[in-house]
């Protein structure tokens, strides 16, 4: 133990520490909104006589605040549908995000399907993918009725048999070993 | 044609073994008798001031040494017009970093805000439409440039040794462009700059395990969201133009060091003789002229 | 690449200098030019092609038919063509990564110490394939068209139809000329040599396999979309 070896050491660990005093909170600072989650948003879009089980009606919401028009997004909405069986006094809010890689997707009506214009993914009236390359269903925005009026809530993803996980981004599989592949973030809200 | 009064910290450093002549003369400051010293002019006496300066700054900084061995440095017989490429890409870097700057003065990074400031930049500065224009074709150019430079670089096989380490330098600086090419995308937000972008951090989700927090990083959050502008600015402006210029620095710092290669087509010839090297080494060492793979 | 190989080529290359010039000012003088060329079709770029602004970001749009960067397009077309679900991650991250490492690590599998590009087969062939296929890519990516138009000039009779049939999301699942997908249903460009005009009505009502049902079309719109698809032969 020389007084060379002390004073190497003490160099050594001091810069270390003077090192990860600079960087750690900078990474923490860049990193932390991994981690934070926004309190769930419910938006009221109309009364219940608007919305019928046969056909998609659009409606343009909030999901990021503070932004202006960079925030809103469009949502298909009809009411649930027996035939499917859906419960018929629910709602089925579907996002216009593609499943692929996120471009916007339009629902025709003439076919009763969704199409991307990106890469030519084809979803049905349900959501499911017919063709093409999305990987999973589109992504649904849960929906309650609060005073008379139809609201849309957070967004959830949902698996090929379509139960609901919570949400993902575009492109990443869902159910079974894809959920620990893709595994789900804190940022994201809960599923119903 | 008058003659080029370089300052003698910048002229041409003398062979060694010559006593200080340059071109078969001697120095002219060197001169022994005063007679031979003729009587200063005033234009002459504003040359000498200016050399005096260049003088005052290499006695104290030293830089005479680095300067010259870089500029008098001597590039391989055959050095043609497709060496230029590279010096090239960097010229078109200094460009874009030039008009880079000056519409950063007019640019504000808030959603809301993002593409009035491109508007009033386009419609109301002066010039302002031209120097965004030459940003936005500059930032194309650049990108063709690196490819035929990165092309010109394989196929005369100067990734070779000794210079593997400044090719892994440039495929990193490839990256790095593009990673500018995305970032500096959205900056204008319109709507083929917001999609383009969602598009492209969505791909990076797809990564398995990490993927999803990746894309999260980016984005600042699990939507686009108020921050996610900023943080492209941030990246646009700061991260990644600080890695590519320290970068290009090591770049060229190891062409200097190293040299540039001549083109592989020529063979390099002993003074004196008629055969190309390779057969005289060859035959100085027993071998055959490519080398024996056996060996290996 | 031995340490034979190495010598050599040290000694090579110290021979090939001297016999050089210096790099100030011949080389200097040829960078220069190149760059007052960059600068020069940079600035006629600028004032030829301009720089106008595209509509501002919208979110809301379902419209809008989303396109990279030209220089994006070669990756762009690779995920057009990559239909089936499970081969995406490979289209997005596998494909492009494994590119980018083959491309750092090159002068650690190409021993070879040969520079002249006759004498390198493997390599000179294989860049000159990338090269083509990159480009063709690019060239396909920028050909793409948008799933709702139909690039084909028809009859005034039947614009219509070729409206109708382009609106109502057929070109996700058939290509017809140049625009649409190759699958899952058949090309329909030369549709007409094989059924007749019937056959076309009653697949669009019925739906064969797992085509849709066109039936909620209103009659008007079935028979101009039957009457453009009946002309296609």
Redesign the interface.
């Known amino acids: 133990m020389t007084r060379r070896r002390v004073f190497t050491v003490a160099v050594q660990g001091l810069g270390g520490l003077a090192g990860a005093a600079i960087v750690l909170p900078a990474v923490g600072f860049a990193v932390a909104p991994i981690f934070e989650r926004e309190d769930d948003r419910w938006e009221p879009i109309g009364p219940p006589d608007d919305f019928t089980a046969e056909a998609y009606k659009a409606a343009v919401i909030t999901i990021v605040d503070g932004i202006g028009e960079a925030g809103k997004t469009t949502v298909y909405v009809r009411k649930g549908s027996e035939e499917l069986g859906e419960d018929p006094d629910g709602y089925i809010a579907i996002s216009t995000r593609c499943a692929h890689l996120g471009c916007p997707v339009r629902f025709v009506e003439a076919a009763g399907n969704f199409i991307c214009p990106c890469h030519g993914g084809v979803y049905d009236f349900e959501g499911k993918v017919i063709g093409g390359p999305p990987v999973r269903p589109l992504d649904r925005f849960q929906t309650r009725v609060r005073g008379g009026k139809v609201e849309i809530g957070p967004r959830y993803s949902v698996t090929s048999q379509l139960e609901p996980v919570r949400s993902r981004d575009p492109g990443e599989f869902t159910g079974g070993i894809w959920e620990y592949l893709y595994p789900p973030r804190p940022s994201t809200p809960s599923p119903p | 044609m008058p003659k080029l009064q370089l300052p003698a910290a910048l002229r041409?450093p003398a062979k060694p073994g010559s006593n200080g002549q340059v071109d078969g003369k001697a120095p002219e400051d060197l001169r022994e008798t005063p007679a031979a010293r003729p009587e200063p002019k005033v234009t002459d006496q504003a040359v000498e001031a200016g050399k005096d300066v260049v003088g005052w700054v290499d006695q104290r900084t030293g830089l005479s040494g680095f300067l010259t061995g870089?500029?008098?440095?001597?590039?391989?017989?055959?050095?043609n017009?497709f060496?230029?490429?590279g010096?090239?890409t960097l010229?078109?870097f200094v460009?874009q970093a030039i008009t880079g700057v000056f519409l950063a003065m007019y640019y504000t990074p808030?959603?809301?805000q993002a593409?009035g400031s491109?508007?009033h930049l386009?419609n109301d500065v002066f010039l302002g439409?031209?120097v965004?224009?030459?940003h936005?074709?500059?930032a194309?150019?650049m990108?063709i440039?690196l490819f035929l430079h990165m092309?010109r670089t394989?196929?005369?096989?100067?990734?070779?040794?000794?210079?593997?380490l400044n090719?892994?330098i440039g495929?990193?600086l490839?990256?790095l462009t593009?990673v500018m090419?995305l970032t500096g995308?959205l900056l204008?937000?319109?709507?083929?700059?917001?999609?383009?972008t969602?598009?492209?951090?969505?791909?990076t989700?797809?990564?398995?395990?990490v993927?999803?927090?990746l894309?999260?990083?980016l984005?600042?959050?699990?939507?686009?969201?108020?921050?996610t502008l900023t943080r492209f600015y941030a990246i646009h402006m700061l991260l990644v133009p600080g890695a590519i210029i320290a970068l290009i620095g090591a770049h060229l710092y190891l062409v200097v060091k190293l040299?540039t290669?001549?083109p592989?087509?020529?063979?390099?010839?002993?003074p004196g003789s008629t055969r190309p090297?390779?057969a005289v080494?060859?035959g100085a060492?027993g071998?055959s002229p490519?080398?024996?793979r056996s060996?290996? | 690449m031995n340490a034979a190989d190495k010598q050599r080529y040290l000694e090579e290359y110290e021979l090939q200098k001297k016999k050089g010039k210096p790099f100030f000012p011949y080389a200097v003088l040829k960078d220069s030019v190149m760059a007052l060329l960059v600068v020069l079709v940079i600035i006629f770029m600028s004032l030829m092609l301009g720089a106008e602004q595209g509509p501002k970001a919208d979110p809301t749009s379902t419209t809008y038919v989303p396109r990279p960067e030209w220089y994006f397009f070669f990756l762009f077309e690779l995920l057009r063509v990559l239909k089936p679900p499970e081969l995406v991650p490979l289209a997005t991250i596998g494909i492009p990564t494994i590119c980018m490492v083959l491309l750092l690590l090159l002068p650690f599998y190409d021993r070879n110490p040969e520079r002249r590009p006759e004498r390198r087969p493997i390599a000179t062939t294989a860049g000159i394939l990338i090269i083509i296929a990159m480009a063709y890519l690019t060239f396909l990516g920028a050909e793409a068209g948008s799933p709702t138009e139909i690039e084909m000039t028809v009859a005034k009779e039947y614009d219509q139809g070729k409206e109708v049939v382009a609106s109502s999301g057929c070109l996700a699942c058939h290509k017809i000329g140049e625009n649409g997908n190759d699958g899952p249903g058949p090309e329909l460009t030369h549709i007409a040599e094989r059924i007749p005009r019937a056959a076309i009505i009653r697949s669009l009502n019925v739906g064969p396999g797992i085509m849709p049902s066109y039936a909620g079309l209103s009659e008007k719109k079935l028979n101009a979309a039957a009457d453009f698809l009946a002309s296609l032969d």
Do not use: C, H
């Open positions: 041409r870089m500029l008098y440095r001597k590039v391989p017989k055959g050095t017009w060496y230029t490429l010096s090239a010229f078109a460009v808030s959603p809301t593409y491109v508007t386009t439409e031209f965004r224009g030459m936005k074709w500059g194309s150019v990108i440039l092309g394989f196929f005369f096989g100067a990734y070779k040794y000794p210079r593997e090719w892994v495929v990193v490839l990256i593009f090419g995308y204008p937000f319109d709507q083929r700059s917001f999609w383009a969602v598009v492209a951090n969505n791909i989700a797809t990564g398995p395990v993927g999803p927090y894309a999260d990083f984005r600042a959050g699990a939507e686009f969201g108020p921050t040299g290669t001549a592989p087509w020529l063979k390099a010839q002993r090297v390779e080494v060859a060492n071998a490519n080398g024996d060996r290996t």
